[in-house]
């Protein structure tokens, strides 16, 4: 039955997750002078990014395939199902608050795109109130796992395919 969620899952890659950017000083503060925009990332500091801001979805996913390859209670695997939907928003987040390299950003914005879609099915998953759907909503879930998306950003950032630990 969720044979076809734990094929099609995770397909990021996985590290340290990052730290939270600072947000605008206090209204009090003295101005500043204007700041010029950030620089962009190298593609090596890129690379090391992406796969801190990844790594905490894909241990969610993990988690999620392992309990449903045990045979879990749908009703145990919603608590999976919240815990990527709160990975997936916190990746997003981050992703959209890099400054990327140029010649990846039409990559990180296909897996925004894709990580935004999954996230509603995500979160359908998450809150089921039956098994049938509980089974559809992580089905629609998994078709859209970003594999593609994450493979040519990766490939982008020059980093190997990933692999599944």
Not at 71 to 82: F, G, I, M
Not at 104 to 115: G, M, P, Q, Y
Request: one cysteine or more; aromatic letters at 6%.
């Amino acid at each position: 039955m969720l044979a076809t969620v734990i094929v099609c899952s995770g397909c990021l890659d996985s590290t340290p997750a990052t730290q939270p950017t600072p947000g605008p000083p206090p209204a009090s503060a003295a101005p500043s002078a204007p700041q010029a925009a950030p620089a962009a990332l190298t593609k090596a500091q890129a690379a090391r990014r992406y796969l801190r801001i990844v790594e905490p979805y894909n241990a969610a996913l993990e988690r999620f395939e392992t309990a449903a390859h045990a045979n879990r209670p749908w009703t145990d695997l919603r608590l999976s199902a919240a815990r990527i939907v709160k990975a997936n928003t916190t990746q997003i987040q981050a992703l959209r608050g890099t400054h990327w390299p140029t010649e990846t950003r039409v990559h990180v914005r296909a897996l925004i795109a894709v990580s935004l879609q999954a996230g509603r099915y995500w979160n359908a998953t998450a809150k089921a109130t039956s098994p049938a759907q509980f089974q559809t909503a992580a089905l629609k879930a998994a078709k859209l796992s970003g594999k593609r998306e994450a493979t040519a950003l990766r490939k982008a950032l020059g980093l190997p395919p990933y692999r599944e630990p």
